[in-house]
Nanobody, 127 residues
Framework: QVQAVESGGGSVQPGGSLRLACVVS????????VGWLRQAPGADREGVAA???????TYADSAKGRFTISRDSAKNTVYLQMNSLQPEDTAKYYC?????????????????????WGQGTQVTVSP
């Protein structure tokens, strides 16, 4: 059974930083696609960043230059470093995994379709 457990969310002021972590079990992050997606109240879920088996990373335009996705193979964990956070980044952030690494970019930009999802971690950015 594949599980993804997120942590690291919280409340920060605009301009602040947070690092989210996704600990994956039942699936090797080096052989799959792992993405971070977010959903704000009243909005559709949207992809933020993803990393695939060969290390290739892809980002939503809103995340480019501010967020960095990375992984620690030894810990089977994927991170999302978020800098220069703004109120519009407020959302629940989900980690999602899928063994179809070749579909990683498509899955991220579609915002749906990942086979396995975590429960999410809340990120709130406010003065």
């Amino acid at each position: 059974q594949v599980q993804a457990v997120e942590s690291g969310g919280g409340s920060v002021q605009p301009g602040g930083s947070l690092r989210l972590a996704c600990v994956v079990s039942g699936l090797n992050v080096d052989n799959s696609c792992v993405g971070w997606l977010r959903q704000a109240p009243g909005a559709d879920r949207e992809g933020v960043a993803a990393i695939k088996d060969d290390g290739y990373t892809t980002y939503a335009d809103s995340a480019k230059g501010r967020f960095t996705i990375s992984r620690d193979s030894a810990k089977n964990t994927v991170y999302l470093q978020m800098n220069s956070l703004q109120p519009e980044d407020t959302a629940k952030y989900y980690c999602a995994t899928d063994p179809r690494a070749d579909m990683c970019t498509l899955l991220l930009h579609a915002g749906v379709g990942f086979r396995h999802w975590g429960q999410g971690t809340q990120v709130t950015v406010s003065p």
